[in-house]
């Protein structure tokens, strides 16, 4: 090997300082946001709700600090609920989507990583050359025009990490990594949780069915008194007709409720990652679903460290405050260094011999000197995209704790709904089975039944939504908290416990 010049010693003890000046990073250096100083939900605590008739009416209370179990839906305590979310988390495409869109994410930054390490390329090749013996060419030393010529030569090329250019744009897209991973964890959230409220929404239609169908019947049983009543000349012919119309519209009312409970159905087999023609071994009921008594409420420092759409608000923010790195870095001076080694003999015998070998070492500086402002006006962007990032942050955590605090107030009402709707309904069916015999026994008219039947209708309807309306307020709770994703290892869903 030809010996190592003057030159070449002052490049390769320069290695070391590059390296050490390569531990500097320009730009910010992010920090994690913290929990709004004195933010809440709520301006006084609240202390639970109320307590109501019936299997769904229960006193909620609530427990502040509380964990977030990772299969929360379990609390319902519905083994077809249960298998209905297991499977939609392993089969609904929307899942595969952000997983796949996550590990596309973690490869990009780990291909970045490799700017870190020097670049390495090996290339032979082999020619059979003529040179021209009637022009001024020279001819090899062999005094021959035909010559073989082999070359084969290794290049490495590395730039030190100087100001932390590359150092930053790996931050950046390991932020963007982070922001995949939570909008993941948003994504077993909203799954789980729509696949909650759909079911409650099925049973709660079917409940609506029945209780739809029971008015279809007193009301086919009332048309059959009125129409022999008017067949022995006991009332007139008006009061048929107006029952008759009372029976038509109830029936009317029944087309539009099976519409909905199919449209339902079909919903959660989209959810599970089925199509319309396949059928649910599952089917919900409201008598099927069991009310949490007890609700976790995290502490406000909790849900900014937990809510996924925090988490990745956060993330994004993270990924702008590195590209200001980037920005400022693409402004100041590069050290790319370069090496080729290499050997070209005639024949492949004499490879390894000492005239055939050759190498290059090549340091340099690179500068910007003049880009017309582009550099400058990047960077100008590149900070303000990180003040758009920040105030996006800021509004999607006042966003989260606006919504849990519907929430809250909304358990307490669905409380106090529930309370009154089933008052109203045990009034109501007194009140109509009352007018019924009364009617049978002539001492009122046909307009104070139809009256008492029409408030009994309205209030078993209200009474069902009452019911379904508790249900979906308390899913939303766990869902507004952040879904207990942390806690999923403890689950029925592998690819979280990863996390």
Known sequence: ??????????????LPALAVLSGCAVGPNFHQPLAPSGAGYTPTPLHGTRAAAGPLGGAQTFAPGQTIPG??????????????????????????????????AQEYTLAQEGGFFPQITAGISASKNLTSTASLAPIGANNKAFYSLYTAQVSISYSPDVFGLN?????????????????????????????????????????????????????EDLERII????????????????????????QQLLPPLQR????AQNALIALSGGYPNEVLPESFSLSQLTLPLTLPVSLPSQLVAQRPDILAASAYMHAAS??????????????????????????????????????????????????????????????????????????????AFESVSDTLRALQTDADQLQAAETADNAARR????????????????????NAEQMYQTAQLALVQAEVLRLTDTAALFQTLGGGWWNHGDSTVPSMAAK
């Not at 909905?260 to 449209?263: A, E, F, H, N, V």
């Not at 500068?367 to 900070?383: E, I, T, Y």
């Open 1 to 14: 090997m030809p010996r190592l010049t003057k030159k070449s010693w002052f490049t390769y003890a320069a």
């Open 71 to 104: 299969a929360w839906w379990t609390l319902f305590h519905s083994p077809d609920l249960n298998r209905l979310i297991e499977q939609a988390l392993q089969a609904n495409p929307s899942i595969a989507a952000a997983q796949a869109t996550l590990k596309a």
């Open 167 to 219: 150092r930053r744009k790996v931050e950046a897209l390991g932020a963007q990594a982070d922001y995949q991973r939570d909008e993941l964890d948003a994504a077993y959230v909203s799954l789980s949780t729509n696949v909650v409220t759909t079911a409650v929404e099925e049973a709660g239609l079917r409940a609506a069915i029945a209780a739809q169908q029971d008015t279809i019947r007193a009301d």
């Open 227 to 250: 129409a022999h009543q008017y067949a022995v000349g006991e009332v007139a012919q008006s009061v048929l007709l107006q029952q008759q119309t009372v029976l038509a519209q109830a």
């Open 260 to 263: 909905q409970l199919d449209m």
């Open 322 to 399: 590195a590209e200001i790195g980037v920005a400022i870095a693409n402004r100041l001076p590069q050290f790319p260094l370069t090496a080729t080694l290499g050997t070209s003999p005639a024949a492949i015998a004499n490879a390894f011999t000492p005239y055939n070998q050759f190498y290059t070492l090549v340091a340099g500086i690179t500068a910007p000197l003049f880009d017309g402002g582009m550099l400058k006006h990047k960077q100008r962007a590149a900070v303000a995209e990180f003040d758009s990032a920040a105030a996006l942050y800021k509004q999607t955590v006042i966003t």
């Open 431 to 450: 009140s109509l089975a009352i007018a019924r015999t009364q009617y049978q026994a002539g001492d009122i008219d046909y307009v104070t039944v139809l």
